[in-house]
């Protein structure tokens, strides 16, 4: 078991950076939303919080790309994201036909910039 | 996959409410987006010299993969433990209104905190976005064991894909890795677009994505944390104002 998890120092370092930075998020939303009633005000801000924070998440990717993706240009980017919209609005909102869609585009603007 | 109407027999017992939960796992395409995520997590961690089991015990215990691309990246390029914890802590806080909208949804009268405990573990983007869309074809006191089942399912999925990135590591192609980035915010961008119940929701996805760059000139680390909340506060207001009107 040692061989395959590491030793106890790895395992103690996933604990304390890994795993309760994010479980102490999650179970103080338990804490405090156990209270929260579904169709509260309260409930939409938060909501409309999430969204929007997601939402940067999103935005910071093709903003700041990571990795591999910075390799690819930034008009190509957003131009695949956009096309990914499109096709997702016509085709009846389809997220596979949408994320297909954005994926075609950077892919063949990559192969076609060479 | 049509989930059974409300009245069905087939929610009568949790047991198979929780194998509905299961089987909802191939439903959703954001299913394909984490395995790929989780195939690139795998071959990162290869990457960087974490062991296998290492990095399967992540994908159980932290469960969010952004977090634990931080994780890998920041303690791989040879930061410290509290950089490393400081860095993810950040990048966690969007769970905490994520958990907050769903549980009011899970929640009976007669449930206590206690049984919400691991359906809270296995909210991430994923679960959260696909609660808002399947949780009105389940009946009330089934959801936490339809969660439990929707969650278990994607973290088996996940476990694979990370055991399987970690394997193929050296035969990926710098192409796919793009693909494979490019994914997320694809597959974020329009599962969120489609969830959209009310004008809030719209105008915080919108306010959200042209606020960034803005507060990203800042540079203060908490960035997102601010367009979030500078966004989805603007996007309330109006919801406010509207109403009153």
């Known amino acids: 078991m040692s061989e395959f998890i590491g030793d106890w120092q790895a395992l103690l370092v996933l604990v304390v950076a890994g795993f309760l930075p994010n479980e102490v998020w999650r179970m103080l939303g338990l804490w405090f939303g156990g209270g929260v009633d579904e169709g509260s005000e309260l409930l939409v801000w938060v909501r409309a919080v999430a969204t929007a924070i997601l939402a940067g998440v999103i935005a910071q990717i093709l903003v700041l790309p990571p990795g591999a993706l910075a390799s690819v240009p930034d008009g190509l980017r957003y131009g695949a994201v956009v096309a990914g919209f499109a096709v997702f609005m016509l085709t009846r909102r389809s997220i596979f036909a949408g994320v297909v869609g954005g994926e075609v585009v950077m892919l063949g603007g990559k192969w076609w910039l060479g | ?245």
């Open chain 2, 1 to 245: 996959m049509a989930l059974p109407s409300l009245d069905s027999p087939s929610w009568q017992s949790p047991v198979r409410a929780f194998a509905w939960g299961m089987r909802s796992v191939t439903s959703t395409v954001l299913t394909l987006v984490l395995f790929a995520t989780y195939l690139g997590i795998g071959a990162l961690a290869h990457d960087t010299h974490f062991s296998l089991g290492w990095v399967l015990a992540s994908t159980v215990l932290v469960w969010a993969g952004p977090a634990q691309i931080i994780l890998i990246s920041t303690l791989g390029s040879g930061a410290t433990v509290v950089q490393a914890a400081i860095a993810v802590t950040v990048s966690a806080i969007r769970l905490f209104p994520m958990v907050v909208s769903v549980l009011p949804m899970m929640r009976t009268p007669q449930t206590k905190r206690r049984h919400l405990v691991l359906a809270t573990h296995f909210i991430a983007v994923t679960l959260w976005v696909e609660c808002f869309r399947l949780f009105p074809q389940v009946p009330r006191e089934r959801r936490i064991a339809f969660t439990h089942g929707l969650g278990i399912g994607l973290c088996a999925v996940c476990l694979f894909a990370t055991a399987l990135g970690y394997g193929l590591a050296a035969n990926l192609p710098p192409l796919l890795g793009a693909a494979i980035l490019l994914l997320a915010p694809l597959a974020f961008l329009l599962s969120t677009a489609r969830n959209c119940r009310q004008l809030s929701d719209v105008l915080a996805l919108v306010l959200g994505l042209a606020l960034f760059p803005l507060a990203s000139l800042l540079n203060t680390g908490v960035d997102i944390l601010i367009s979030g909340i500078s966004a989805g506060t603007i996007a309330y207001g109006v919801h406010w104002w509207r109403e009153r009107a």
